[in-house]
């Protein structure tokens, strides 16, 4: 698992891992109550991406990135 630390970072790695395989990547989104920790893990089952934050500011950049991916996969032009 590689932990990416920059939002934008993670965003520009998780779209290209879901563009070169599209079909066997997967996303989880897991929210920590107790720790105010929101985990975003991406994988394609050869490479795994993480992201982690605390800051609230945070939850609406994950919520327009899995917006967005969701629209890739609901997409005919795959």
Same mark, same amino acid.
């Given at each position: 698992?590689?932990?990416?630390?920059?939002? !934008?970072? /993670? !965003?520009?790695?998780? !779209?290209?891992?879901?563009?070169?395989?599209?079909?066997?990547?997967?996303?989880?989104?897991?929210?920590?109550?107790?720790?105010?920790?929101?985990?975003? +893990?991406?994988?394609?089952?050869? +490479?795994?991406?993480?992201?982690?934050? !605390?800051? @609230? @500011?945070?939850?609406?950049?994950?919520?327009? /990135?899995?917006?967005?991916?969701?629209?890739?996969?609901?997409?005919?032009?795959?």
């Amino acid at each position: 698992m590689t932990l990416i630390t920059i939002w !934008e970072e /993670f !965003e520009k790695s998780a !779209e290209m891992l879901y563009l070169r395989d599209p079909l066997n990547t997967r996303y989880s989104l897991k929210y920590s109550h107790s720790k105010g920790i929101v985990i975003v +893990k991406i994988t394609d089952n050869k +490479k795994c991406l993480l992201y982690k934050t !605390e800051v @609230q @500011q945070d939850v609406r950049k994950i919520d327009n /990135f899995i917006s967005n991916l969701i629209r890739h996969m609901a997409s005919n032009d795959n």
